[in-house]
């Protein structure tokens, strides 16, 4: 079955306490995209992977970091997390970047929690 | 810049009745305007596109939307909605196209009671 699969689904960490949410895709994507959810403020993009080896800023990518090394997966790093990164993740990932209207993908999320 | 606005955070209705969920784009060029629903517990589904053409466009599970160029509206529309129906839907539009430049709005939560 496609799927774009993120774990874990909920975590609790506590300020400063490096933590990795993880991110893996079974279509041979391109394209891996990672956003965080808030209420009243929709989705906005974090940090974005036209291919591996390739990564750029999203909207708010401040706190955050990522790496594509190999293809099938993204993950989302959180060097040292802070309360205002409390929110709703999600990985989504496309075939491609740069072809109007690509379909998005998404997982499931990730609930984190920051103390 | 581009930027989408649902002006509407939260739709009551009842089941069998007929909805319209409104979206509003603000663009300077060529628009790309999508609609996408998350279920509860669930990531983001792609429900219907707009790219060119027929400013009817018709989507998954009975909804469709209008591209209105001169009120830059893409309202979703169903006739007759089901319980099963209730989610949040975000409007969504693309600048120049590319996935990577793909502009959120704030969503509208459709909540279906019987």
């Known amino acids: 079955e496609a799927q774009v699969t993120q774990n874990p689904r909920y975590l609790i960490t506590v300020t400063g306490k490096k933590l990795t949410v993880t991110c893996s895709q079974n279509?041979?994507?391109?394209?891996m995209s990672w956003y965080r959810q808030d209420p009243g403020l929709g989705l906005r993009q974090i940090y974005y992977?036209?291919?591996?080896?390739?990564?750029d800023k999203g909207d708010v990518p401040e706190g955050y970091k990522v790496s594509r090394k190999e293809k099938r997966n993204f993950p989302l790093i959180l060097e040292s997390p802070s309360p205002n990164q409390t929110s709703l993740y999600f990985c989504?990932?496309?075939?491609?970047?740069?072809?109007?209207?690509?379909?998005?993908?998404f997982g499931s999320g990730t609930q984190l929690s920051v103390l | 810049a581009q930027s989408v606005t649902q002006l509407d955070s939260q739709v009551p209705v009842f089941e069998e009745a007929p909805v319209e969920l409104r979206c509003n784009y603000s663009?300077?060029?060529?628009?790309?305007l999508f609609w996408y629903v998350q279920y509860p517990n669930q990531g983001l589904q792609l429900l219907l596109k707009y790219l060119s053409g027929s400013t009817l466009v018709k989507g998954i599970n009975g909804f469709e939307a209008e591209f209105n160029k001169s009120q830059t509206s893409f309202h979703l529309r169903k006739p007759s909605v089901h319980i099963s129906d209730t989610a949040e839907y975000f409007c969504a539009v693309s600048r120049g196209g590319a996935t990577n430049k793909l502009i959120f709005g704030t969503g509208t939560l459709l909540a279906v009671q019987p």
């Open positions: 279509m041979n994507h391109e394209y």
């Open positions: 663009s300077s060029v060529s628009v790309y």
């Open positions: 992977s036209m291919n591996v080896e390739v990564t």
């Open positions: 989504a990932s496309s075939s491609t970047w740069d072809r109007v209207g690509e379909k998005l993908f």
